[in-house]
């Protein structure tokens, strides 16, 4: 691929696939919530990906994509799975130990990660200062959504921030190691069979240590929300995210999932009824302002 087209800015095509791509993922984690009172975490994540990779590899089968030939991306492809799966053990075991909100603020400061990493590692994409202006704002909306912090008050809820760091660690790592890898030049529907094919032993490993398991045959709404998560959001959106990685500047689409946590308040308050506070307005706006920013013409 042309390094000209490799790291392009986001049209307006992009753009509305990606805002796309962050509805579904608001409502992932609604759906996330629903099931996991009936299917626990890291058990749900590891069958997800599993009945997920089925499905991928059948869409394979019809589409004709070549699965299983030598294009030198085995290595890189299996490190890319055991980023994902531990992107999800970190997530999933670090809300154990800290709150929601400061979950969310540390996973979201994987935009900031690929945007330095970026800057060394692929050419052509890195941010000037209105764009790292526009980082930071929608940053800030982010903080105002969710609030600031309070001081630690349980020595385990440490561990869990980092925990939640070391995830949104994982999670630039696996966009850049897309982007700046041989994992650019093969279809996004293997790249994401690499990630579901080794994260679901490794999950399986962790639901066993954490001692999960499922007690009784889970709710028809439960059900429901988890073949949301398996049928839409890992079968198809990710393949999305992963066609859109490889053509456009990764460093401004990771600034553009500041809209999904937005999404996700949005979501439980339409699915949930959890209430909308008014700092929420004034969050996107200064996400939006922010992604206006990011996206400006250099």
């Known amino acids: 691929m042309p390094p000209s087209t490799s790291s392009r800015p986001l049209d307006a095509l992009a753009i509305a696939i990606t805002i796309g791509l962050c509805v579904s993922w ?48 085995l290595a890189t492809g299996i490190f890319a799975g055991v980023l994902f799966a531990f992107e999800f053990l970190l997530i999933y075991r670090g809300l154990v130990w800290t709150t929601v909100t400061r979950g969310t603020l ?8 690929v945007v330095i990493g970026s800057r060394w590692l692929i050419p052509g994409d890195r941010f000037h200062l209105w764009q790292w202006i526009g980082l930071l704002l929608s940053f800030a909306g982010i903080v105002i959504a969710f609030g600031i912090p309070g001081p630690v008050s349980d020595p385990h809820q440490i561990f869990g921030d ?16 897309i982007k700046a890898s041989p994992l ?7 790249t994401l069979l690499y990630q579901l ?57 990771s600034v553009f999932t500041f809209l999904a946590p937005l999404c996700g308040v ?16 004034i969050a996107a706006v200064l996400v939006a302002a922010g992604l206006i920013l990011v996206n400006r013409p250099g």
């Open 26 to 73: 608001g409502f992932n984690n609604v759906a996330i919530k629903i099931a996991i009172h009936d299917i626990p975490p890291l058990l749900q994540s590891a069958t997800r990906s599993l009945l997920a990779a089925i499905l991928v590899a059948a869409w394979c089968r019809v589409r004709g994509i070549a699965l299983f030939e030598r294009d030198g991306t």
């Open 106 to 113: 540390f996973l979201y400061l994987a935009p900031f990660f």
């Open 162 to 177: 980092l925990m939640l760091i070391g995830a949104a660690l994982a999670w630039a790592a696996t966009t850049l190691l």
């Open 184 to 190: 650019s030049r093969i279809s996004p529907e293997k």
């Open 197 to 253: 094919v080794i994260s679901v032993p490794l999950l399986a490993i962790g639901a066993m240590i954490f001692g999960e398991h499922i007690d009784a045959m889970p709710s028809a709404l439960a059900l429901g929300a988890f073949v949301y998560q398996t049928i839409w959001v890992v079968s198809v959106t990710f393949v999305v995210w992963f066609w859109l990685i490889i053509r456009y500047s990764a460093a401004r689409l």
């Open 266 to 281: 949005t979501a439980g308050h339409l699915v949930l009824n959890e209430p909308l506070t008014p700092p929420f307005i």
